[in-house]
């Protein structure tokens, strides 16, 4: 089991049992097209929620409206499938009000970047306690294939036979502008990587934001072969772990350095001379900045030089705690509220009719 | 809970089935593809792409095939989980259930 070095989890009952996956499974039969990455997500979460240890009766997954808004029906814990890009919102309802909850909100790229855009970057900005699943797919599916927020420059769909002509968000670097203290990305297929995003995440103290890429084998169909392709995936991933040298491709022939002339990332052959200059991840640098830089490294079109892993983790204060604090100075102050008293109170009005 | 291969599959072996899995998780054996039940996400993609209908969800196999229940399962005892099968070499051998089928006649 994981040692949960996160005080805020340990406000929530463990388990009384050990629990194994089959725990987490619900009676209910799991509805995506067969083939869709949602269900290697699934069997993921499923797999990782044992370690955490935690009363399933304290466990929430919230969602919104899309094919990944499922998901809640399929975990056996407490879940909600929600409005349209409202997730966010009222999980940070149930964090607030009750910390004894574990709560995550599962969310795809339509539903968090489009329908719910504000609603994500204020529950990032606020640092609620919350766990992010952004399910990105590049695609509307559940609508039969529109282009999303995430689609690539020149989209071919049922609405776009011409190409979509909107440039694409890049939710890395989106959460990371909007303040976001955890941000991660990973890939459906690969589990034991999804698997230690999910644990650091879970660790988190504060609104973590895991992108995972998905693919719709539907309605777009291969969208990340380019990652998955073991050849392939060897030039085109970059694996970020904290403390570490930036290198990927063939024999880890390549690497990440800072230009000195214009002060953005570069990649560049791994030599002997560029040895001193290879960039060292480091997820807990107080500025975003390098985090940002490394989210805008991938090629929207080709997915070649796509870092995946955690940018960025840092520490800060969470929404949760500071309401909860203030509530405390506000009862010592003025006492314990009346809510009762206050909706029948006599500051009233009279509308003329 | 998982998707096995059953008998239908014994020196066939399509393969058509490994293009759709999304977790690469359907393994070789010299006489049947397996399904690595704990790599097995349950997405259903193998099932319906099989031209020789072998693939069935763990509780919807046929009683006549009830002995192929367990075989995807045992044949990877001291394998543990591989990992995905492309770069993986093709099991040595297969289950006993599948040996005990007989080779298809040559004449």
């Not at chain 1, 909100?105 to 994500?120: E, K």
């Not at chain 1, 002060?263 to 290879?278: F, H, I, K, P, Q």
């Not at chain 2, 997405?43 to 919807?60: H, I, K, L, N, Q």
Request: glycine share 8%.
């Amino acid at each position: 089991m994981t040692d949960i070095g996160n005080g805020l989890l340990q406000l929530v009952p463990r388990a009384e049992a050990r629990q194994s996956m089959k725990d987490f499974k619900s009676d209910q039969e799991v509805r995506w097209c067969p083939g869709c990455g949602d269900y290697a997500i699934l069997a993921a979460v499923q797999g990782f929620m044992p370690e955490l240890g935690l009363a399933r009766e304290n466990i929430v997954f919230v969602s919104g409206i899309g094919c990944s808004s499922r998901f809640p029906y399929y975990m056996n814990t407490y879940g909600m499938h929600s409005i349209h890009g409202r997730a966010p919102a009222i999980a940070t309802g149930l964090a607030t009000s009750r910390r004894d909850l574990s709560v995550w909100v599962v969310t795809g790229d339509g539903d968090a970047l489009s329908i719910g855009g504000n609603h994500l970057i204020h529950a990032l900005r606020r640092n609620v306690n919350l766990k992010i699943l952004l399910f990105n797919n590049r695609i509307y599916g559940l609508t039969k294939g529109q282009y999303s927020p995430t689609s690539e420059v020149g989209k071919v769909t049922k609405s776009t036979p011409m190409g979509s002509l909107d440039a694409p968000f890049n939710p890395v670097s989106l959460a990371i502008g909007a303040e976001a203290s955890f941000v991660a990305r990973t890939i459906d297929s690969d589990r034991k990587h999804l698997t230690e995003v999910l644990r650091a995440a879970a660790e988190h103290p504060g609104t973590a934001l895991v992108e995972i890429y998905q693919n719709c084998n539907i309605f777009n169909d291969g969208a990340f072969d380019a990652l998955k392709d073991r050849q392939q995936a060897e030039e085109t991933v970059i694996r970020l772990e904290h403390g570490q040298p930036i290198r990927f491709g063939a024999g880890l022939g390549k690497a990440v350095v800072r230009d000195p002339a214009t002060g953005d990332l570069a990649v560049v052959t791994d030599t002997d001379e560029n040895e001193s200059r290879v960039l060292v991840h480091d997820a807990h640098a107080a500025s975003p900045a390098t985090a940002f830089a490394l989210s805008r490294l991938a090629d929207p079109d080709t997915l070649h030089r796509t870092p995946i892993g955690v940018f960025r983790s840092v520490e800060r204060p969470v929404y949760d705690t500071l309401m909860a604090d203030q509530l405390d100075v506000a009862h010592e102050l003025l006492g314990k509220g009346d809510l009762g008293a206050l909706l029948a109170g006599n500051d009233t009005w009279t509308v003329a009719g | 809970m998982a998707y096995v291969i059953a008998q239908p599959c014994v020196d066939i072996k399509d393969k058509a089935c490994l293009e759709e899995c999304p977790v690469d998780c359907i393994y070789e054996g010299p006489r049947k593809l397996y399904i690595q039940p704990d790599e097995c996400v349950d997405c259903g993609a193998c099932e319906p792409v099989c031209p020789v209908e072998a693939v069935f969800y763990e509780d919807d196999l046929p009683q006549e095939l009830s002995a192929f229940r367990t075989a995807d399962r045992e044949v990877f005892d001291g394998l543990g989980l591989p990992g995905g099968a492309r770069g993986h070499a093709p099991l040595a051998a297969d289950h006993a259930v599948v040996d005990a089928v007989p080779a298809p006649s040559t004449t």
